[in-house]
Structures are given as C-alpha cells and as structure tokens.
C-alpha cells in the first residue's frame, strides 16, 4: 500500500510542485541510474562528498559538501552533521536555505528528494519529542516513496515509522488536554476556518488513541494536498482505513 504525501504540505508550494515531478521521473526501471545521473552535473567537491557520506566517513563528508556552490551541498553537508551526532538545529537551518532556493519561479536547481530524508533525521532529534516524532514520520513516509533513493539512505531495520513512535504508544492516564493531536487539530481549523467537522471534534476530545488521531490527521492533511496537486501530476494519495477488532478496542490499522 503506497503511503500518502503527507509532508509535502510542510513544504513550500513550488517546492511542492518541483517534488512531485522528481516523484514521476522516480518511477520506472532506469530510476537507479537518474539516481547517479543527478550528480553528473555537480562539481567535483558535492560528488566525492556523497562518496564520503555514504561510506560512512561524515567529517570529509562535510568539509567537501560545505564547500561546493551546488545548492544541494546544504542538504549534504547538514546529513554529514546529522550522522556525526550534531545539534539538530543547525544542520535544520541548513536544509531551509536549500528549500528557500524553490521561493523563486525559476529555482536553481531540480528538487532532490534526499531533502526529505535530511528532515526526518533533524525532526528525530528536535525537541519537544512527540511533536517532531510525528513531523519525522511524515517525512519519512513521503520519502519512501522514492523508491530507489530510499533503498540508498534508509535502513529497513531502523528507519521506519513503526520504530520511531514504538515509544508513544497511547497512555490511559494521558488527559484529552495534553493530546498532542487535539493541539494539532486545533491549530489545523484556525489556519483553515472553514473547515468543520463534529466528528473530528468528538474524537480529538477523547482521552488517548494518539495513533489514531494521528491517522486521523493524515487524512485531513492528504485532501489538503490533493487540492494543491498540479493537474497532470499522477502520483497516488490513499485515504483508505482498515478498523479490526471488536467493538470497543478501538483496534486500527
């Protein structure tokens, strides 16, 4: 089942536009080799710095990454200090200088999807936790969808949704005023008045079932981002929920 772009509507609209059409050339066979192809025109300090990066060897990652004039350098040297356990916030600033690059009409350069992947590791890492946890997930989520970069950066072990909120599961003690989705909810109608919706409400009031509110959430989100979907782009939203067990658990899938 292909998870839905979630992140995409915490980026900037052109760089929404410019992610969907690295998303349909990310399909098909030859997407390994558009994979290497990207590179061909970066300078010598970008190329030997992803080199660097994916052997593993961060600091010389960094020093070769910050160095280069590509403006991807910014989303590769804040990887290398992500990796080498820096302090999220500035490798964070980083990835924002490179998606200020899509404020123009005519950006510099194509989107690289591995932005993504730089700001799932940053939302890991940023405080307040189960906030960024979930920011993190979208991130992920909308990441795995390149299916060709994210066999290169991901490990299946560790990076993936499950993993990362495999410590917020629902706590029965949790009071509907500290549901972090009911804030999120709340803030989601003030930017959006006129969206309504009582069911969404009853919900939100109720006490824990984080990971369903959550989901809950993703929906919303999803059909906000259908309305921003450029016309000929095809990708696949799913808004499609499967409830198992009896009544009463509250059992979602």
């Known amino acids: ?3 839905t772009l979630e992140a995409a509507r915490l980026l900037p609209p052109i760089a929404l536009r410019a992610m969907y059409t690295a998303l349909e050339a990310s399909f098909g066979a030859d997407a390994t080799s558009r994979i290497d192809d990207k590179f061909k025109s970066a300078d010598a300090q970008l ?14 990652a960094y020093e070769l990454c910050d160095q280069t004039a590509d403006p991807r350098g910014q989303i590769y040297s804040a990887l290398s200090q992500l990796k080498e356990g820096w302090d999220p916030v500035e490798p964070r600033r980083r990835i924002e200088v490179y998606l200020r690059t899509f404020e123009t009409p005519m950006p510099q350069a194509a989107f690289d999807p591995v932005v993504l992947y730089g700001c799932y590791l940053a939302h890991k890492l940023l405080k307040p936790a189960k906030e960024h946890r979930l920011r993190a997930s979208l991130y992920l989520r909308t990441f795995a969808l390149f299916e060709a970069e994210a066999a290169l950066w991901l490990d299946p072990n560790k990076d993936t949704v499950e993993k990362l909120m495999e410590n917020d599961d629902d706590d029965p003690l949790e009071s509907a005023s500290a549901s972090l989705a009911k804030a999120q909810w709340e803030r989601y109608k003030l930017k959006h008045p006129e969206i309504k919706s009582s069911a969404m409400d009853k919900l939100m009031a109720m006490v824990g079932l984080e ?6 959430l993703n929906v919303a989100y999803s059909v906000e981002l259908a309305s921003l979907k450029p016309a000929d782009a095809t990708a696949d939203v799913n808004r499609h929920f499967v409830f198992i067990g009896n009544p009463g658990t509250s059992d979602g899938l």
Do not use: F, N, S
């Not at 990971?211 to 809950?216: G, L, Q, V």
């Open 1 to 3: 089942m292909r998870p």
């Open 47 to 60: 190329r030997q710095g992803v080199c660097h990066l994916l052997r593993k060897e961060y600091q010389k």
């Open 211 to 216: 990971r369903i509110k959550r989901d809950a």
